[in-house]
């Protein structure tokens, strides 16, 4: 387990699919976290591999997405798409009602856990 800070934003393929929030495409768009190689390294875990990720408001399994070199986060920050699963772990800023997108701490380890549905994750 290592400690990271979470930064969320949209992306392409998030912003295609957003008005299919039921979509088995719309979850693939949200359900991954992407993170530095060398992090990758230290909780032993490859491309497609499962994570958890634990913040003091909420914890969720995402799939591990290796991004393009150019595009890679510095070590100790993990990228998730903007959507329930980044949700879950992000908090409100302030009380104004606004989630923190970014700069949230949290830790995040290997898991043998399934990443819910989005059914499943937002019934929980």
């Known amino acids: 387990m290592i400690e990271v800070v979470v930064i969320t ?3 392409t393929e998030q912003g295609m699919t957003i008005d299919e929030k039921l979509s088995e495409a719309y979850m ?3 359900n991954y976290c992407e993170m530095n ?3 990758m390294e230290k909780i032993g875990v490859k491309e497609g591999d499962r994570v958890i990720v634990r913040s003091e ?3 969720v399994v995402l ?3 290796k991004p393009e070199v150019d595009l890679q986060p510095p070590e100790g920050i993990i990228f998730i798409p903007m959507g329930p699963y980044a949700n879950r772990v992000v908090g409100i800023l ?7 997108y ?7 380890e290997k898991t043998d856990k399934n ?3 989005i059914e499943e994750l937002i019934s929980t």
Do not use: F, H
Not at 94 to 100: A, E, H, K, L, V
Not at 102 to 108: F, R, S
């Open 9 to 11: 934003g949209r992306t």
């Open 28 to 30: 693939k768009a949200v």
């Open 37 to 39: 190689e060398k992090d």
């Open 57 to 59: 408001v909420g914890e």
């Open 63 to 65: 799939y591990v997405k």
């Open 94 to 100: 302030n009380g104004s009602g606004t989630p923190q």
């Open 102 to 108: 970014k700069g949230v701490k949290a830790t995040i």
């Open 115 to 117: 990443v819910l549905s």
